[in-house]
């Protein structure tokens, strides 16, 4: 099973220019996530827009299943690009990796995902289910 965490490395918090910062925040989660995500056998990637602007910083968590069956996806957003997000995110990532539907129960989430959560995407329908 494959579970991949998409990283908006274009994401900037409301206060990112009066901060100073020579990087977005979206990059600086993004190196936070790919430094945890190996060890946790996750695959991370970035990209330049979720469109998730207002809710900066955005991650996505997909997968799929051994037999390639997609998985229930989750939007992520509101983080600030600590390292105790991006632990909480994968941890949390390592969780819909081990799960055969990808939904983890919320009493086993990490204190760090919740109330970042946005949005819940579920697999389209199979050939077969049409």
């Known amino acids: 099973m494959t579970t991949w965490i998409t990283i908006c490395e274009t994401c900037k918090r409301d206060d990112w220019s009066e901060r100073g910062m020579d990087k977005t925040d979206g990059e600086i989660l993004a190196a936070e996530i790919e430094t945890r995500a190996e060890a946790a056998g996750v695959k991370t990637r970035r990209v330049a827009c979720t469109m998730g602007c207002e809710r900066a910083c955005n991650i996505i968590v997909q997968g799929k299943t051994e ?8 939007s992520l957003g509101t983080f600030e690009g600590t390292p105790e997000d991006a632990e909480a995110i994968v941890e949390y990532a390592a969780m819909h990796a081990a799960s055969p539907t990808g939904q983890v129960p ?25």
Do not use: C, M, N
Request: charged content about 20%; hydrophobic content about 25%.
């Open 106 to 130: 919320f009493r086993t989430w990490p204190q760090g995902v919740k109330g970042h959560f946005v949005s819940r995407q579920l697999p389209l329908p199979s050939e077969s289910d049409t």
């Open 67 to 74: 037999d390639g069956t997609a998985k229930i996806s989750y």
